[in-house]
């Protein structure tokens, strides 16, 4: 059965790359998604360009392990020496738009889920959700699907991580800080220079030490990226705005991390988004265990991914590495999908087999 899945799933992302599905535009991705499972006797539910499905003897009595990946891609970049709709496997190595992020995690998850779609007697239900948005974290993929999706006791996101197990990762907070002086003429010592003001601040973003410590990830990061002020030499600038770009640790939450910088500086404080949430599992969980049995070793994850929009323990794992998503000529080993589908299987056994 698992030489089939892996024949499937490697067709299927053929499939997939050769469509053109970029954030927001993956309807024909979906489509492709839907019929493989219908196709296969799957009930599918679908909103937007989601798609997602339960195991055949789903019981709500029982808790539910979701698996999740997006089929979403960003554009192809101009270094690209290859047709990137075109899935060609050369020494090894399937190439294509998506390949490696997330495609090859994405139909390795799909083939984990028709393993267990029909077995019986599992301690856990199984929701597999194939979604949308994620590369713009967009308000119309997993984010969209959740409520629709029922209770949740933890997940696992499909990201290339070589098949490691990324246990924590950071959340993302982006503010847009403004300082108020009072324009005046350089010349004549007027006004109040809202530069000057913003360097206090500034100061402040760059050597403060948030007290609570990840054992993860270390500190919380804090970056000043952006500056802006100022319209001519001769006028002392009444306003000066910067941007701050805050990797967030499981030691806060968005909203902590937040509070605290507001209490702490002048300016005014407006963030984007807290959305972005940073996301951990505990190391003793059985997921956890089961992928450290098989060699795995666990890790903390500095990028984002739709793992943030979870509230329940979640682990990222799949097959592919990060280092090649979004590069030119993108590509997955063919033997990295069938490793993923072994890897998850086996991962999985344990723990909804109640063992």
């Known amino acids: 059965m698992i030489e089939t899945l892996q024949k499937d799933s490697?067709?299927?992302?053929?499939?997939?790359?050769?469509?053109?599905?970029?954030?927001?535009?993956?309807?024909?991705?979906?489509?492709?998604?839907?019929?493989?499972?219908?196709?296969?006797?799957?009930?599918?539910?679908?909103?937007?360009?989601?798609?997602?499905?339960?195991?055949?003897?789903f019981d709500a009595n029982k808790p539910t392990v979701?698996?999740?990946?997006?089929?979403?891609?960003?554009?192809?970049?101009?270094?690209?020496?290859?047709?990137?709709?075109?899935?060609?496997?050369?020494?090894?190595?399937?190439?294509?738009?998506?390949s490696n992020d997330a495609g090859g995690c994405l139909v390795s998850l799909i083939a984990t889920f028709l393993y267990f779609y029909a077995q019986e007697g599992l301690a856990y239900n199984i929701c597999l959700a194939t979604t949308a948005e994620e590369e713009i974290s967009g308000n119309n993929g997993l984010e969209c699907v959740i409520p629709e999706l029922g209770e949740l006791e933890f997940a696992i996101v499909g990201e290339p991580t070589e098949m490691q197990l990324a246990i924590a990762e950071r959340g993302l907070l982006v503010l847009d800080c403004t300082v108020t002086g009072k324009a005046g003429h350089a010349a004549r010592e007027e006004g109040d220079n809202a530069i000057y003001k913003a360097l206090k601040d500034i100061e402040w973003f760059r050597n403060y030490r948030f007290a609570k410590i990840s054992e993860v990830f270390g500190p919380l990061k804090m970056s000043v990226t952006i500056i802006n002020a100022g319209s001519q030499h001769n006028v002392v600038p009444a306003t000066c705005t910067f941007t701050?770009?805050?990797?967030?640790?499981?030691?806060?939450?968005?909203?902590?991390?937040?509070?605290?910088?507001r209490t702490n500086v002048d300016c005014d404080?407006?963030?984007?988004?807290?959305?972005?949430k940073p996301s951990s599992i505990?190391?003793?969980h059985p997921l956890v265990q089961s992928g450290i049995a098989l060699g795995r070793s666990t890790y903390g994850s500095p990028t984002t991914s739709d793992q943030a929009l979870l509230s329940i323990p979640s682990v990222k794992v799949g097959p592919g590495d990060s280092a090649r998503s979004h590069m030119?000529?993108?590509?997955?080993?063919?033997?990295?999908?069938?490793?993923?589908?072994q890897l998850y299987i086996d991962m999985l056994k344990p723990v909804i087999n109640g063992k």
């Not at 053929?14 to 535009?25: A, M, P, V």
């Not at 990946?69 to 192809?76: A, C, E, I, L």
């Not at 701050?244 to 910088?261: F, H």
Request: no cysteine; charged share 30%; aromatic share 8%.
């Open 66 to 98: 979701l698996l999740n990946s997006h089929h979403d891609t960003v554009k192809p970049n101009s270094g690209y020496t290859r047709d990137p709709y075109e899935p060609k496997i050369e020494d090894g190595k399937l190439y294509g738009l998506g």
């Open 10 to 57: 490697l067709e299927l992302l053929k499939n997939l790359i050769s469509i053109q599905s970029f954030s927001k535009e993956e309807d024909k991705t979906a489509d492709l998604i839907g019929q493989f499972l219908q196709e296969r006797g799957i009930k599918i539910h679908r909103k937007l360009n989601n798609i997602w499905a339960y195991n055949q003897h």
């Open 269 to 276: 404080v407006k963030a984007r988004s807290v959305r972005l």
């Open 328 to 341: 030119a000529d993108e590509y997955v080993f063919v033997k990295e999908i069938a490793e993923g589908i």
């Open 244 to 261: 701050v770009d805050v990797r967030v640790t499981d030691a806060y939450s968005n909203e902590e991390v937040l509070r605290i910088i």
């Open 282 to 284: 505990d190391k003793e």
